[in-house]
């Protein structure tokens, strides 16, 4: 098909490269990503998507599905393709009697909490309000509700879902039920989500937050110390823990009324001197923002993640002894609500994990790289041992590997066979790829 033929057919939801906008609607969190798609698609409605989907398959062109673009790789932004940039579908529609919201499959987390918030509710949601609400909740959805809640994939009622066939389907636990099963937390294998329905909770818009921080010579002690509170916390806290650069830094955040919210201070304090405190209350959305990036996508960026059961002491002393590097190490609590959801209800495959570890470095200078992520790799693999698994969205270039880690071989042959039934040419393969079973 010619230019100009899409150009009338598309209108200015075609960009091309050298078009206005060619650069920055190609661009992604992470500023290594630097790839030229032939041609973006800027979808307004689940139609667009549908025939997005059908020009790539007959221009014979890769597929990149953009949402909040913050996957760690970039992998919404094909080299040479076709990128189906969801960002247009970006509202969010609350019904507070029902508790619901309908979250456009472009939406930013930002959006679907300031909407559930105008009511008093919430659904779980990541940390960083400019993350996507389509990758972060196909790949599970960890947040300060999640303790309470569970995973954002757990509060998922129903999915609308374009094909790679172009075709609309509606899935629900009773309505394609394996489809349904694998959307939460099998990625975005199984087709391109153009609408999310939530379950909301009346969780308020009161938050708080109490972060400690010490030298990094008392971190072995003050991490088991603050690994011992964890243990017995209540949902409604979170327990986070950051290191690097010199620094430890423990605490924890609650969300939700917040009473009982200080309960947990002193023993916390109690764990040793710290050089400084951040302690305080603040609403639900300033906690959901407080940690953008204001400098926006200008950095290189590398993570290396791990999920674990427990943290033993001699892991504790692992992460200390390789945490003194320019980079943040940071550890956040699971458990609660989301262990209590029976493991085989969903592909999500780490019920079971206590904290997640996630070692990320950014830099600016590209002449950096190999150096940071070197750094990045050798300071995750100091806890390699421990680590029962990964977070299938904090992984970044561990290909098959890292897909085995973030999904157990029971899981990944059923994964198999719902990408083999819904995709079986795997035109949905920029992503951390299940391979559909080959063709006798
Ligand atoms: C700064 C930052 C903070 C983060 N914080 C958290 C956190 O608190 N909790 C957490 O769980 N994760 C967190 N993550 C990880 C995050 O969940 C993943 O990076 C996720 O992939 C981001 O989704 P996105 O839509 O922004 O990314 P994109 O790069 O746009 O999408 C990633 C992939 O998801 C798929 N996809 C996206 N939208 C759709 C859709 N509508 N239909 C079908 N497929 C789709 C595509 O395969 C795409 O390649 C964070 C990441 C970053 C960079």
Redesign the pocket.
């Known amino acids: 098909m010619t230019t100009t033929r899409l150009r009338e057919q598309l209108g200015d939801r075609l960009v091309l490269p050298g078009d206005e906008h060619y650069d920055r609607t190609r661009s ?2 992470n500023a290594m990503v630097d790839r030229r798609p032939r041609m973006i698609v800027r979808c307004a409605t689940a139609d667009d998507v549908a025939a997005a989907v059908s020009l790539a398959r007959e221009l014979g062109l890769e597929i ?9 790789l ?3 932004v094909p080299e040479d393709g076709l990128m189906i940039d ?1 960002t247009p579908m970006g509202a969010v529609t609350v019904d507070p009697a029902a508790r619901r919201a309908r979250v456009q ?2 939406a930013l987390l930002g959006a679907l909490d300031v909407a559930a918030q105008q009511y008093g509710l919430a659904t779980t949601a ?3 309000s400019h ?2 609400v ?3 909740t ?6 300060w509700l999640a303790r309470q809640y569970g995973l954002s994939c757990d509060n998922v009622v129903s999915y609308e879902l374009v094909t790679a066939d172009g075709e609309r389907l509606r899935v629900t636990r009773d309505e394609h039920p394996e489809l349904f099963w694998a959307l939460r937390g099998g ?2 294998n199984f ?3 153009t609408e999310f329905e939530f379950q909301l909770h009346p969780v308020g818009t009161r938050a708080y937050v109490a972060e400690l921080t010490y030298p990094l010579e008392q971190a072995a002690a003050v991490l088991r110390g603050w690994r011992d509170l964890s243990a017995d916390a209540p949902r409604q806290a979170t327990f986070a823990a950051a290191l690097g650069r010199g620094l430890v830094t423990v605490g924890y955040v609650w969300a939700g009324p917040t009473e009982h919210a200080a309960d947990l201070l002193p023993a916390l304090r109690s764990l040793g001197l710290p050089v400084t405190e951040n302690v305080g209350e603040l609403s639900y959305v300033e906690l959901q923002t407080r940690e953008d990036s204001p400098e926006g996508h200008a950095y290189r960026r590398y993570w290396k993640g791990h999920y674990v059961r427990g943290l033993p002491d001699e892991a504790i002393d692992a992460m200390v002894e390789h945490g003194d590097v320019d980079m943040g190490i940071s550890l956040q609590a699971y458990g609660g609500a989301i262990a209590e959801v029976p493991d085989d209800d969903s592909a999500f495959s780490q019920r079971d994990a206590a904290f997640e570890y996630v070692a990320a470095a950014r830099w600016s200078d590209a002449a950096e790289d190999a150096e940071r992520m070197a750094v990045a790799r050798r300071t995750a693999a100091a806890i390699e041992s421990f680590a029962s698994g990964a977070y299938v ?2 992984l970044s270039d561990e290909g098959a590997a890292g897909v085995r880690r973030a999904y157990r071989p029971e899981k990944l042959d059923r994964l198999t066979a719902v990408k083999t039934a819904y995709d079986p040419e795997n035109v ?1 393969h ?2 951390h790829n299940i391979a559909p079973a080959a063709r006798s």
Do not use: D, E, K, Y
Request: net charge positive.
């Open positions: 992604v969190w990149g599905v953009r949402c909040g673009g913050h996957s760690v970039g992998m919404s969801l499959g472009g990541g940390n960083v993350t996507g389509g990758g972060l196909l790949g599970g959805g960890m947040g990625g975005g087709g391109i989500v969205n904090a949905f920029l992503n």
